[in-house]
């Protein structure tokens, strides 16, 4: 069971079908419940060094220019070097985290009250499969980023909070509808997720130091992290290889299957 939901968890994080979406489903029609804090924790951990391993030589060269960011920024942004391109992704990083980070703390409480409500978690996974198909229309026309479309970005992931939303599918869309290169699109929303996932781990932490695992459960949560980290690795490559041949839609069709099959089966619950 561990396994099944860190394989789970690995691949809905990266791949465009919402993560929290399919966590309530498998809830609520498999009877798989969550495993608790410490498990999520875990998991987390193991997506997060997905990630990092993914786009190592980028996150290396992002922290290496971090101090260099402030006088980046405050010299206008220019683009003349390749440690320029790491500078302003560092930035843009830090502007797009802001939006979710803000929202997912003042409104903590009433988010969590979303993840009750199945049909709404259906609702947003149809919209999701909407956000897809809209890949299909959009065309590059950006040879960079901008401060604005980091912004966008960060409102998109912001969104994403809804269970049923994706994440990725949500900022990888809205920076295809900028004009982002598909490259630079998907780049930045894996490397947009890392704060993300550390930052909601960071926030269990609290809760998982005060109510620690027994010893027995060591084994489950090491499987559990370890196919995360795996499922998501592989996750995050197959990606790429989807945004380089648009295809998307691919998971639009998905997400409606499972969104129009769990309506027709939540109503037929009674």
């Not at 901008?146 to 998109?156: E, K, M, P, T």
């Not at 295809?176 to 550390?198: D, H, N, Q, Y």
């Not at 997400?255 to 099959?261: F, H, L």
Request: proline share 4%.
């Amino acid at each position: 069971k561990a396994i099944i939901l860190g394989i789970v968890q690995g691949l809905s994080e990266f791949l465009p079908i919402s993560s929290s979406g399919h966590l309530v489903l498998f809830t609520e029609i498999l009877d798989f419940h969550k495993e608790g804090i410490a498990f999520d924790v875990f998991v987390h951990f193991g997506t997060l060094v997905a990630v990092l391993v993914v786009f190592r030589k980028d996150v290396w060269e992002m922290i290496r220019w971090l101090p260099a960011v402030p006088a980046f920024v405050m010299n206008g942004m220019k683009i003349e070097r390749q440690e320029d391109e790491f500078k302003a992704m560092s930035f843009y990083i830090i502007v797009g985290t802001i939006p979710a980070a803000v929202i997912g703390l003042l409104f903590e409480k009433m988010i969590e009250g979303l993840f009750t409500s199945m049909l709404l978690v259906l609702g947003a996974l149809l919209l999701t499969a909407l956000v897809m198909f809209s890949s299909r229309y959009t065309r590059e026309s950006q040879p960079f980023m901008n401060l604005f479309h980091a912004i966008l970005i960060g409102f998109a992931q912001a969104f994403a909070i809804i269970p049923g939303i994706s994440r990725s599918g949500s900022t990888i869309v809205t920076a295809l509808w900028l004009g982002i290169k598909r490259e630079t699109a998907a780049r930045f929303s894996f490397l947009l997720s890392v704060p993300v996932i550390l930052g909601a781990s960071i926030l269990k932490m609290k809760e998982l130091l005060e109510n620690p695992p027994p010893s027995g459960e060591i084994l489950n949560l090491t499987l559990g992290t370890i196919a995360a980290a795996i499922s998501g690795y592989l996750a995050i490559v197959w990606m790429l290889d989807i945004i380089r041949r648009q295809k998307l839609e691919w998971f639009g069709l998905y997400c409606a299957i499972v969104s129009i099959v769990g309506i027709v089966w939540h109503f037929m619950q009674g």
